[in-house]
């Protein structure tokens, strides 16, 4: 596609927002502000993490897009169609061969390496959001790292409900300094925001990016006798018996039958070629 | 067996195929043209020029049936292609005080210099169908006179000699562009008033009527509305001098707010300010509004706390493009989400229905 310049924007916007994201690497955590573009899919749909991608990304790229974990669903197809089409990349569905992943409320399963660039899509960058709706303000709270207020809303979690009651997009402390909003992948994969990889978050619609370093120590808040807890459903996949994995329940009938299977598509997939066996693997058939 | 749900691909292209199909309708009926469009249902292709912040109504009439009449739809397509545009420079300022008006009206003064103009406007007709236009009749030719080249002078300038409207200082300061720089709170009178001009029309209009019903009011006059063509000039270097590269159509409305003065001004009227492209009364109206609702600090009054008065909630949610799309991104799959909280929920009620029977119990 001739028409638009190697993904999409032109050249100046790119220099723009990498300017934005090495200023995020530099003050990890940090949500800096850029002037985000009107991108041909709707806000709220990831024009942040592809504008963050577009930035980065090079003709020598491999470029793998998921969406809750899978490789298929509808707008990671839609995003990944995308680049194909403007920077005609070669893109992957496997975790280990892509350079650059665009990611909407996941953290593959894979362990990451320096290699590798994970662009996350942000909603609302915000962590103190919802306790305080006005930017003006919590820019200032940022500024005076007074974060006191996220305390008292997961003291009062536990006071109500014996939980901390966020069970994803749980807030971190990020190099002892900044609270930041991981975007909303389930609690279970905070543990693995501290990567070798360099991890982007972007942000279209409310005009912020941010960024995780590699190695960079990245903390789930909690309390001592409250301590984080990444949990996730208690089963194995039904598919790959994985017991450490993210899972998705599936309804199978209207009798309560349910399933259990590995967010995360092509990790379970490249499981299973392994001869990893679940629940409801089809039966070995007779060599 | 549940198989992993493949397919998405080619469910989205038969899906877009489908849209295509339903987009053209019963084709023995004949196919809209764009320039029909543009001529017949012009207001549409204003307000999509006006939100889309780009004046271009064959690009807004190919939008318009692009999006099948979804006019924020609409409005999407025309902002993505506009942000693709290179900027090749700046025009100077246009000079509506010199625009050949087809429509001015003032509802300050009974007459004026220049003359009240109705102009082609809805005001006064009689809203009854009009079933001459089911039968697709001709539309008898409208009566025509001689074009008056008259000055319209501006009816705020009227006050403006007596002292007794609030001056607005002249400033060469460079404006900021929204649609090039992130939005930072607070913002100045010459933001507020980009972001409110591309603003969604009900939104601007709800927050608007919002003033009148008492939430922040500011006793609002329509000092004057004009409705017309103005030359659009850019200085070329080459040259050294401005020429006339165009003309476009604005709509703009002047307000003339009753104050009673504040601690820091004495009384006198104050202003509100819209401009819109194309025909857009509505839209430029309710923006002149809005734009005086938020000029209350720089006029020491009281912030009321009212929603009109507040340009951080203001002018974050009134942009259409940005709310519909995180309003409608719900629909896209959230069931990594959705999970998790499924099993914090399940773990909390176990926990409470345990403490339920404990107390039972004893």
Redo the contacts between chains.
């Keep these: 596609m001739s028409d638009y310049n190697f993904a999409y924007l032109d050249e100046q916007t790119k220099r723009m927002i990498r300017r934005a994201i090495l200023k995020g690497i530099a003050v990890p955590g940090y949500q800096v502000p850029f002037a985000s573009r009107e991108m041909p899919m709707p806000y709220g749909w990831g024009t942040g993490g592809v504008q963050v991608t577009a930035a980065c990304l090079t003709p020598e790229d491999t470029l793998k897009v998921i969406d809750q974990g899978a490789d298929d669903t509808t707008n990671a197809v839609s995003i990944r169609k995308f680049f194909e089409k403007t920077a005609d990349v070669a893109t992957t569905e496997h975790t280990d061969k892509a350079s650059v992943i665009q990611t909407r409320h996941r953290i593959p399963e894979a362990p990451l390496t320096s290699d590798q660039i994970l662009v996350y899509q942000v909603p609302i960058p915000e962590p103190l959001r919802f306790l305080e709706p006005r930017e003006t303000e919590t820019r200032k709270m940022h500024a005076l790292e007074e974060y006191g207020l996220m305390h008292v809303k997961l003291y009062e979690d536990i006071a109500r409900h014996g939980n901390i009651a966020t069970a994803y997009a749980y807030p971190v402390k990020v190099e002892g300094r900044y609270v930041m909003d991981p975007s909303p992948i389930p609690k279970f994969d905070n543990p693995k925001l501290e990567s070798p990889a360099i991890q982007l978050f972007g942000a279209g619609r409310e005009q912020r990016i941010y960024a995780i370093p590699p190695h960079t120590k990245v903390v789930s808040l909690d309390f001592e006798d409250y301590p984080f807890d990444p949990s996730k459903a208690d089963h194995p996949c039904d598919l790959c018996g994985a017991s450490h994995t993210y899972l998705d329940e599936v309804i199978t009938d209207d009798a309560g039958g349910r399933m259990f299977v590995c967010s995360d598509t092509d990790y379970c997939a490249s499981r299973q070629a392994q001869g990893h066996r679940g629940r409801l693997s089809p039966k070995e058939t007779a060599a | 067996?549940?198989v992993?749900?493949?397919?998405?691909?080619r469910?989205?292209d038969n899906a877009h195929d489908w849209l295509a199909e339903e987009r053209r309708g019963d084709t023995s009926i004949a196919e809209l043209s764009i320039a029909q469009i543009r001529e017949q249902l012009s207001l549409a292709v204003n307000r999509v020029m006006a939100e889309g912040s780009l004046y271009d109504p064959d690009l807004a009439a190919l939008a318009i049936k692009q999006s099948r009449g979804d006019l924020i739809e609409a409005i999407?397509l025309i902002?993505?292609y506009?942000?693709?545009l290179?900027r090749i420079g700046h025009s100077t300022p246009v000079d509506t005080g010199a625009m050949a008006c087809d429509r001015r009206i003032s509802a300050t003064f009974k007459d004026a210099p220049g003359g009240q103009v109705l102009g082609p406007t809805f005001d006064y007709t009689h809203r009854l169908l009009d079933f001459k236009l089911a039968a697709e009749g001709e539309v008898p030719e409208a009566a025509t006179g001689e074009a008056q080249e008259r000055d319209m002078p501006r009816i705020t300038d009227f006050l403006n000699r007596e002292g007794l409207i609030q001056d607005e200082v002249r400033s060469d300061e460079t404006p900021p562009d929204m649609?090039?720089?992130?939005?930072?709170?607070?913002a100045n009178r010459a933001l507020r008033l980009q972001a409110l001009t591309r603003g969604d029309e009900g939104f601007v209009l709800g927050m608007a009527y919002s003033t009148q019903r008492g939430y922040g009011r500011n006793h609002p006059f329509v000092g004057e509305l004009r409705i017309g063509t103005v030359a659009v000039e850019m200085d070329i270097p080459e040259l050294g001098f401005a020429i006339d590269i165009g003309e476009i159509t604005l709509t703009e409305c002047e307000t003339v707010n009753q104050f009673m003065g504040s601690k820091t001004e004495p009384p006198q009227f104050t202003r509100g300010y819209g401009l819109t492209f194309g025909q857009t009364e509505r839209k430029a109206i309710s923006m002149a509004l809005v734009d005086r609702a938020l000029r209350w600090k720089e006029l020491g009054e009281d912030n009321e706390g009212a929603p009109a008065q507040d340009e951080?909630f203001v002018l974050?949610h009134a942009d259409n493009?940005?709310a519909?799309?995180?309003?409608?991104?719900i629909k896209?799959?959230?069931?990594?989400?959705f999970?998790?909280?499924?099993?914090?929920i399940r773990?909390?009620r176990a926990?409470?229905m345990a403490h339920q029977h404990k107390e039972a119990a004893e």
Excluded: N
């Design positions: 067996m549940y992993a749900v493949k397919g998405g691909e469910a989205i999407f902002r993505a506009r942000t693709t290179p649609t090039r720089q992130p939005m930072d709170y607070p951080e974050s493009i940005q519909t799309g995180f309003l409608e991104h896209l799959p959230h069931y990594v989400d999970q998790s909280e499924l099993e914090l773990k909390v926990e409470a």
